[in-house]
């Protein structure tokens, strides 16, 4: 796999042989997001899951920031033209399409951009000084990364609005008394990583197929009506009676010992 390869703005690692890491390498500026730094990410992750040893990923910052936003000094300049024809920060999007389980730990501050990010991984794990927000409105914009929307499905109409119209930040707590994260871990530098590790050397002991299926109908969830979601869902696990996995899983549990998943 290319995580040997030289990033500029990231750091990737294995910190478990299923597992991979990527960190977010801009200090000077908070990790501010910009194109060239999505340019790694998009690639590092696509790797990742391809890799079939490779069952979860972890994507994480700084302590000081996971990260503080976009780049402004790379977006100050541009013209409605050429932001509308480039269909500039469309690229953001392409996290969407990993089959495999993205898990988010932040650090310090998750703004604009990089509390867009955060929200498109599949879980959030946040450190007790994690500080999340839109404040796009205090720059004359709106999120453009999705804030707006996936933000009402996890907190709902009225608390989105309020973020989205006063720019306000919000503590690791609120987020999570809100639902919008997983969950506050315990204190100390390097905890909130340490938990996403484990969280996803649990997750990459499963079948990665029954991994894949299950983060597919989550996220169909989103899209559909219930009534359709619940037969989509139901003829995926249907489809999963095809696989050696749910042969050995069920094998396994009636037998009273642990399942040796073979992913196919």
């Not at 309020?162 to 315990?186: C, D, F, K, P, Y």
């Not at 549990?253 to 998943?261: C, D, L, S």
């Amino acid at each position: 796999m290319s995580s040997q390869q030289s990033y500029e703005h990231i750091l990737v690692s294995r910190p478990d042989p299923s597992v991979v890491l990527v960190t977010l390498n801009r200090p000077k500026s908070l990790n501010a997001l910009s194109s060239p730094l999505f340019k790694e990410l998009n690639h590092a992750l696509e790797e990742a899951d391809k890799d079939g040893s490779v069952g979860a990923m972890v994507l994480t910052g700084s302590e000081r920031a996971f990260a503080a936003g976009a780049d402004i000094k790379e977006m100050k300049d541009k013209q409605y033209a050429d932001v509308y024809r480039n269909d500039f920060l469309a690229d953001w999007t392409r996290i969407r399409q990993l089959h495999k389980p993205l898990i988010a730990a932040v650090s310090g501050f998750a703004l604009g951009g990089g509390c867009e990010l955060a929200l498109m991984c599949d879980i959030i794990l946040a450190s007790p000084t994690a500080k999340f927000g839109q404040p796009e409105i205090n720059l004359g914009v709106i999120p453009g990364g999705g804030g707006s929307q996936r933000l009402v499905h996890a907190i709902g109409k009225s608390r989105t609005m309020e973020l989205v119209l006063t720019g306000r930040n919000i503590t690791a707590q609120e987020a999570a008394a809100w639902g919008m994260i997983s969950r506050v871990v315990g204190e100390g530098e390097g905890e909130v990583v340490k938990e996403a590790i484990k969280m996803a050397k649990e997750i990459a002991s499963k079948s990665q197929i029954a991994v894949q299926a299950g983060k597919e109908v989550v996220n169909a969830a989103y899209e559909m009506s219930l009534s359709e979601g619940l037969r989509f869902e139901r003829r995926i696990f249907h489809g999963l009676f095809a696989t050696n996995d749910q042969k050995e899983g069920m094998a396994a549990f009636a037998e009273k010992r642990k399942p040796n998943f073979t992913h196919s």
